[in-house]
Each structure stands twice: as C-alpha cells, then as structure tokens.
C-alpha cells in the first residue's frame, strides 16, 4: 500500500480492532493514534520523495523517525496495531520493516 492511501485510510476504524479480536482503546488513545499515524507517514513521505537522499541515507531516517514514534504512550495492544499500520509504507519504500520497527 503507498504511503499517500494509508495517510487516507481509516486506519483506526472500530471494525478494524474488531478484526483483530480487540476492544477499541477509548476515543482519545484512537485520536492519537491517528494523529501520530498521519505525522509519521506525511514525514515519511517526504524522506521518500527527497532526491538528494541515498537508500542508506533514507533508511536512517527512516529509522530515526521510527525511533522518535510515542511508543511509550500505547500499551501493547495499540503499539502491534501502530506496527502493522505503518509497516505497508515503510515496505512501499523498499525497506524490511520488522528490521526497523
């Protein structure tokens, strides 16, 4: 999936955690979800496009960016959920993302 059709998504709708066999977190843990979701992706996408960056140039940024993700604010469920959202656009770039997240 590219990086502009997940900034699209819905990617925390309440039949998604359903899928997942989980309750949703409570509306403002999804909201933030969403907003750290849609700034990762809209600096990832910009890393992506940058010309003047090389593949192993991106690649640390894109690691940094990772890094810098709230992780700490999500409890486990909702950090597996971040992962696997952001994973599709990190692999769009051309990367492993379990090697990175």
Known sequence: MKIEELIRK???ALSLWEERGLMPSPAHVIKHLEVVT?????????IDENTELDKPSKLTKVQELVDLLPWSDFDTEEK???ADVIAPAIESMGYNPWSII
């Open 38 to 46: 849609v700034t990762f992706l809209k600096n990832l996408k910009e």
């Open 10 to 12: 819905d990617n925390y």
């Open 80 to 82: 597996e959920f971040l």
